[in-house]
């Protein structure tokens, strides 16, 4: 907020001999006949993937905006979710926002902290202080891990950043039937569940038209900016079947045949110079074809896994459709409303196709951040429900070659457009005279924040809460407005770093630095850098390198300038289970001893106690207060990866779900349990490593000081699941652990306690002795 203006009234001992003035005291207004703003960001998706671009996807809304606006051929995003993201928010460059990555990958260095400094003001502050109302609503993943919990800093929260409202998730994903839903500042439960008709990109789209009829019924005259992050397309791949089912046979010709149908489609449009030519569905070399990245050849593939991965690819789609029907019940409101005129509209994606779901697929995609191997046969038997409440799936990594056509690669590949160039529509209609017109102008993320600035009559403030700003990133597309569709660009440099992958794009070319991230393990300075002449050669299909080798090494110069100048070394290049596996620093530092109470809110898996790769053990101190005691105990995780303590039947059950993998790891008393006070309890001992990283070991299950169940176990070696289903006490948020009860599983009949866990070595009595001792306390 600005500095307060002078008094310019008078002050007299008397109110009657003195004169007001409310100068300043009256809050700024936007400038009269201002836009409202609406940025729609999809999730991981290239261009070849939606109709309007000239794919199978029919995307009725976003056609619907692209036939009265403009669609981009040439705009770039990071390569990645939270560092597209973070430029959104502030005009500035990934890494000078300390977002290299993922927010759950964030280190101790300046463009990794996963914290934006005070230099960068966002785009959401400067509206608010400008007289806009602002709304944030859908994925954030823009606030560090360790924060995403009930007693952390909000410092990095929406309401924190210049944001009225804020109704979503905060984490990279979550599940679209079970959401971990947080309302402004606080963690909230869904308000009604899949069996009554909840998705959540029907949601956010009821939430958005809620609060601007909200401000339109007090604040009719006062332009608003809503930004609306739905988690399509981002994995768990979820959607209704009927939408599903609407592209059923439609990828049935695989990913290589969509790739050669899409691209005359794509120049048919005018997305695509004439001359475009296709690079290779597998670029990869050889020795890098086992690192979870390669592109399995349709023909090689057999009929059973034709068909599985031809139906991932139609829940994508279905995916996709429903969420811009829900997109287009917001457009048709601000049109019905009179606001569409002057609502400057932004329909984008914030990075290429994902290729997360490895070279096969997967129902579960947490078995990627896990590192542990997909199998056809347990695939299958999903295959009917694919996109419903029991699977978590993620085509393979085809269709992100596919749908991120013509170009190489995809999601995290920075080296290549396949990662980030996406689909950007923008349509204002007061603002913007063409209609159903292409600009092919190079543009990028941090593009956004300076034209939303410019079609606002406003400017970023030099200084902003008392600290100096830093200079924006990007430059202002407004000009492209009006332009000719292949006029010049006013963007004249674009460096790229992702996950050791690197790029640099000045003036129509571009060079390319080949690194292998998930086998190369360091040996930068051994990349091999390739030459594009991206003005001539769209889809960076030929290597220009030997041709022009002072070009090459003026654009790798380029980039070294950028990384001093942005903050991006040091390059990082580890797996994603390294990276989510280090330890970081928090306002609570990690304990051996936890002790957890009923009724509060879940606790999220970033601040949780940590019980994967280690031994551990769980204990309850319950009182049975009835014949018909039940539910849950403890719960963390969900039917994709965790583990639940519960009573049922009148029994003490423990399950560890291990990825999702059926059957479920069960250990079950035999004897029912007697009223009274108890202390209930799972002992984990881990004993060796699995092939794929797991550990494997005995539990034992407890009632008192009897061991009623025990076996062999395995447990997880990364996180139960990147959707947040935090750690609950007399409760299952979201999706339940086991089938053996339905969500909450709300725990009756008797009083738990406390519930307290250990990841040290001490035996189970000394567990026992420290719950004594809490209880004690209580």
């Known amino acids: 907020m600005a500095a307060q203006k002078p008094f310019n009234g008078v002050i007299k001992l008397d109110v009657r001999d003195s004169k007001p003035d409310w100068g300043p005291f009256t809050l700024p207004q936007a400038p009269k006949g201002a836009p409202n703003i609406l940025i729609v960001l999809y999730d991981d998706t290239g261009q070849a993937a939606w109709e309007p671009y000239g794919g199978r996807i029919r995307m009725p809304t976003l056609q619907k905006l692209a036939d009265n606006g403009l669609t981009y051929t040439q705009w770039h ?46 785009i959401g502050q400067v509206l608010q202080d400008a007289g806009w109302s602002t709304y944030w609503l859908g994925k ?79 604040n009719p005259s006062k332009p608003w900016f809503m930004w609306l992050c739905p988690g399509a397309n981002h994995a768990p791949h979820h959607a209704p079947k009927e939408f599903v089912d609407k592209y059923k046979g439609q990828f049935d010709d695989g990913y290589e045949a969509y790739r050669e149908w899409v691209v005359p489609r794509m120049v048919e449009r005018g997305m695509l110079p004439k001359d475009t030519t296709l690079t290779p569905i597998n670029p990869l070399p050889d020795d890098i074809a086992n690192a979870g990245d390669a592109v399995r050849p349709w023909a090689s593939l057999n009929a059973d896994e034709k068909r599985l991965f031809s139906r991932m690819a139609e829940v994508y789609a279905g995916f ?63 295959i009917d429900v694919l996109g419903g409440v029991e699977t978590y799936n993620h085509y393979p990594t085809g269709w992100a070659v596919a749908f991120s056509t013509p170009y190489q690669m995809f999601k995290r590949y920075s080296e290549y457009a396949g990662g980030t160039c996406c689909p950007m529509v923008v349509h204002w209609p007061k603002g913007i005279k063409a209609k159903g017109e292409v600009r092919n102008q190079y543009h990028h993320a941090t593009d956004i924040v300076p034209t939303i600035l410019e079609s606002c009559g406003l400017e970023m403030p030099k200084t902003y809460n008392g600290v100096e700003q830093y200079p924006l990133s990007g430059v202002s597309m407004k000009y492209s407005f009006d332009a000719r569709p292949d006029g010049p660009t006013r963007k004249k440099r674009q460096y790229y770093a992702m996950l050791g992958t690197r790029g640099m794009w000045e003036d129509g070319w571009k060079a390319s630095a080949l690194h292998a991230p998930l086998v190369s393990k360091g040996h930068f300075d051994k990349d091999e850098w390739e030459l594009y002449h991206t003005d001539v050669d769209r889809s960076e299909s030929k290597n220009l390198a030997k041709q022009h080798p002072e070009k090459l090494k003026a654009l790798i110069d380029a980039w070294f300038e950028e990384a001093e100048i942005n903050k991006v070394l040091p390059l990082d290049d580890r797996t994603a ?202």
């Open 577 to 778: 289970a390294e990276l989510l596996g280090v330890e970081r620093p928090s306002e609570e530092a990690p304990r051996e001893r936890y002790i957890y109470y009923p009724g509060t809110s879940p606790v999220p898996e970033g601040v949780a106690v940590n019980t994967r790769g280690r031994s551990y053990k769980i204990l309850a101190d319950v009182d049975i207060q009835g014949a018909d005691c039940e539910g849950v105990i403890f719960a963390h995780g969900s039917r994709f990866g965790g583990h639940s303590l519960f009573i049922k039947d009148k029994k003490l059950h423990y399950v560890s779900n291990f990825l999702g993998i059926k059957p479920e790891q069960k250990f079950v008393a035999e004897q029912p349990l007697e009223p009274g006070k108890h202390t209930l309890g799972i002992e984990f001992t881990r004993e060796k490593s699995g092939k794929h990283g797991e550990s494997l070991g005995k539990a034992t299950l407890y009632v008192d000081d009897q061991v009623v169940a025990q076996g062999p176990m395995k447990t997880q070696l990364g996180k139960f699941t990147l959707a947040g289903d935090g750690l609950c006490i007399g409760r299952d948020s979201g999706d339940a652990v086991s089938e053996d009860y339905e969500s909450p599983g709300e725990f009756r009949g008797g009083e738990i306690k406390f519930v307290g866990v250990t990841v040290e070595k001490a035996q189970y009595l000394d567990l026992e002795k420290l719950a004594a001792a809490a209880f004690a306390r209580d």
């Open 77 to 122: 995003t990071t390569a990645l979710c939270s560092p597209t993201r973070s430029c959104f928010l502030t005009g500035r460059n990934h890494h000078l926002n300390g977002c290299s990555c993922i927010t759950e990958a964030a280190q101790g260095f300046p463009g990794w902290s996963g914290r934006t400094p005070a230099e960068c003001a966002t």
């Open 140 to 218: 954030d993943h823009n606030v560090p891990e360790q924060d995403i919990a009930s007693g952390a800093s909000r410092s990095e929260w929406p309401l924190r950043k210049g944001f009225d409202r804020y109704y979503g998730f905060l984490g990279g994903e979550t599940n679209q039937w079970y959401p971990d839903l947080v309302e402004d500042n606080k963690f909230i439960d869904q308000p009604y569940g899949p069996e009554d008709g909840y998705h959540l990109s029907k949601d956010l789209v009821d939430q958005a038209l809620q609060m601007i009829r909200d401000q339109k019924a007090s």
């Open 320 to 382: 996709s459709e429903y969420t811009d029907v829900q997109v287009g019940r917001l457009i048709d409101y601000l049109e019905e409303s009179g606001q569409l005129d002057n609502t400057l509209v932004f329909y984008c994606a914030d990075n290429g196709a994902s290729g997360e779901g490895s070279p096969s697929g997967s129902v579960n995609e947490n078995k990627f951040f896990n590192n542990f191997p997909d199998e056809l046969e347990e695939n299958l038997k999903y």
